[in-house]
């Protein structure tokens, strides 16, 4: 499971996405996000401003990212 660590209290999923390399682009996680392929702490999620905090695990395409701070 890959690290994800932020400065600020929350990122928004779609930048989640990005900063790991999941997806390329904000066009690519909101069509991701859209078809309910992500989930988050094991729940499909389909916002992709969704807030992620310490301690949320993102899971997308067999990878998992952990946000920390």
Avoid: P, W
């Amino acid at each position: 499971m890959e690290i994800i660590r932020i400065k600020d209290d929350y990122i928004k999923l779609g930048q989640a996405l990005k900063l790991s390399g999941m997806c390329d682009s904000g066009v690519e996680a909101k069509f991701i996000i859209g078809d309910g392929q992500v989930q988050v702490n094991g729940k499909e999620e389909l916002q992709r401003g969704k807030k992620l905090y310490h301690g949320d695990v993102v899971t997308y395409d067999g990878r998992s990212i952990k946000i920390e701070g």
